[in-house]
């Protein structure tokens, strides 16, 4: 059986961008983070035996507050570090999408998406 914990949707106000303007002024994120569980037992209902959604939120927060340049950068440090302090994962995949990013036209979002 196939357990995968999520968190969807999940919105920043963060200052990551290329240029220089981006990282002072800052936009809106958004963060799709899932993981895939290599086991689960139901038997005792302890969140012991899965993942407990507010680590993801906690580690997304934490990097989202880092600005950075490249949203790349940015969803390599969250599944890097999903890979690191979260057990019994065997996979994960990490969605962000910045809203109306400023390409001198009209886009609704630009998107970056790992997975492992």
């Avoid at 919105?11 to 800052?26: I, N």
């Avoid at 599944?79 to 990013?101: Q, T, W």
């Avoid at 390409?103 to 970056?112: A, D, M, P, R, Y």
């Amino acid at each position: 059986m196939k357990t995968t914990v999520a968190i969807k949707g999940a919105e920043f106000y963060a200052y990551h961008g290329f240029y220089e303007e981006e990282r002072k002024t800052g936009n809106k994120f958004i963060i799709d983070a899932d993981v895939t569980l290599m086991t689960f037992d139901s038997s005792d209902d302890n969140i012991l035996d899965t993942v407990n959604y507010e680590l993801l939120y906690a580690i997304c927060k934490q990097e989202m507050s880092l600005p950075q340049k490249l949203l790349e950068t940015v969803v390599f440090n969250i599944i890097s570090r999903f890979k690191v302090e979260i057990k019994n994962i065997g996979s994960a995949k990490v969605r962000i999408e910045k809203i109306a990013p400023q390409l001198g036209g009209k886009v609704e979002k630009s998107v970056v998406e790992m997975e492992y």
